[in-house]
């Protein structure tokens, strides 16, 4: 096909003139759709909903040159709950009424969500005017905006600069980014969601801790202190044990209370992770359960530490992953018998940047087919041993936290074997 046909009966002038106009065209369209683009990104980055909302009509008034925009949020029984003006000056808007209340044209476009693109708004048969003291508006573009199927609100943009109606390219950009921000507001729901049930947690987690806590700090210490009274007189065994008991089940249910907390609280705390020398607090744990040991009479563990990495994690969240395992492999050994730890650490080519950590025991050993169901919450596989069967579940969530993994296998000598890796410190592979 030759130019002549694409432009028949043109001169040069004309014809280079009309390119001229064709590449204008082309390069603003382009540039409009690389400031869409610009658009969705910048509303997609803003995680606050208020945020969003108003970016997104500024977005749109920018977008197709309009003098004014707004985003109408629908209520229940379709009114506009919300309405966010973007254009007016401070004085315009303290000069009108009230915001439309979902009337007229914003009630159709509530009613029916579809596009609607007007040259003069005063002409459509659904208009029915503007609140007192509202500035003149003549062309009109409104476009739906949904959010997981539903409609959410709608987008108004009116008086496009120069006089001209907003036209069918407009028209394409406003409805693009009504579907990006479509999405930009389910995110910014989810994050608020998340973050109201996470202070909710928080606040939930308080109570626990003190409304449960303490009247059963009450019950242990004076259990303890009438047990101690009566322990030596002749007649009260009976009533001695009875308030052994009561001790020792209040001990239980301070422990259970304590592992919900951290169960519950570990998904969702914001980590505070910093240089953790892995040497020293492992030291300091098992030194814990030798005194404990000690004091009790007991056979004392037997702990053999490797030198162990520093790691780059939240401290108290790495206490309890380290306190639950060496807890797990002292606790689950035959009665009477020391446990066996050995505590070492590797470096594997394929775990990147991290640090693999063993804690092997040889105590019970776990039942075949049960490796992975003990890191489910209050699944326990060793009846015998008291437990809530949260301690793995906890341990899983702090190494996920981190990036990590945790696995239990058989330890070849007889027992288990723990291995979890977290972020290293120090290795090379790590700060590139
Ligand atoms: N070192 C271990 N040796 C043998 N069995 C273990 C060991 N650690 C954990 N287990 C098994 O995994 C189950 C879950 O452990 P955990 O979540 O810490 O809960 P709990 O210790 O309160 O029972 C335990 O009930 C036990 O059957
Ligand atoms: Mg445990």
Known sequence: MSDRQLFPNMRVDDLLEELQDRLRTLMAARDRIHALLEAVVSIGRDLDLETVLRRITEAAVTLVEARYGALGVIGKGGTLKRFIPVGL?????????????????????????ETLRLAHIAGHPASYGFPQGHPPMDSFLGVPIMVREEVFGNLYLTEKTGGRPFDADDEAVVTALATAAGVAIENARLYEETRRREA?????????????????????????????????????????????RVTRAAGQMSRLIDDLLTYATARDTTLN??????????????????AGARAEAGPV??????????????????????????????????????????I???????????????????????PPGE?????????????????TGLGLAICQRVVERHGGTITASDNPGGGARFTFTLPAVGDPRSSR
């Not at 979902?102 to 029916?112: D, P, T, Y």
Request: one cysteine or more; charged letters at 20%; a negative charge.
């Open 273 to 290: 992770c910093a240089a953790v020398d892995l040497n020293a607090l492992v030291r300091e744990i098992v030194d814990e359960h030798v």
């Open 200 to 244: 909710e947690l928080h606040v939930f987690a308080g109570v626990v801790a003190h409304d449960l806590k303490r009247p059963l700090t009450t019950i242990q210490g004076f259990s303890e202190m009438v047990h101690q009274d009566i322990a030596q007189d002749p007649g009260q065994e009976r009533n001695a044990e009875c308030l052994e």
């Open 371 to 387: 490796h992975k169901a003990i890191f489910t919450g209050f699944h326990r596989a060793a009846a015998a041993y008291s437990g």
């Open 89 to 113: 000056t401070e004085e315009e808007i303290a000069q009108i009424d009230h915001w439309p209340h979902g009337k007229g044209l914003l009630g159709l476009l509530i009613r029916e969500p």
């Open 344 to 366: 070492t650490a590797t470096t594997v080519a394929t775990d990147k940047g991290r640090a693999r950590i063993e804690i092997a025991d040889r105590g019970i050993g776990i």
């Open 301 to 342: 563990p037997q702990v053999h530490i490797d030198q162990l990495p520093v790691v780059h994690a939240d401290l108290p969240l790495v206490r309890q992953l380290l306190g639950n395992l060496i807890g797990n492999a002292i606790k689950y050994t035959r009665p009477g018998h020391p446990a066996h730890l050995d």
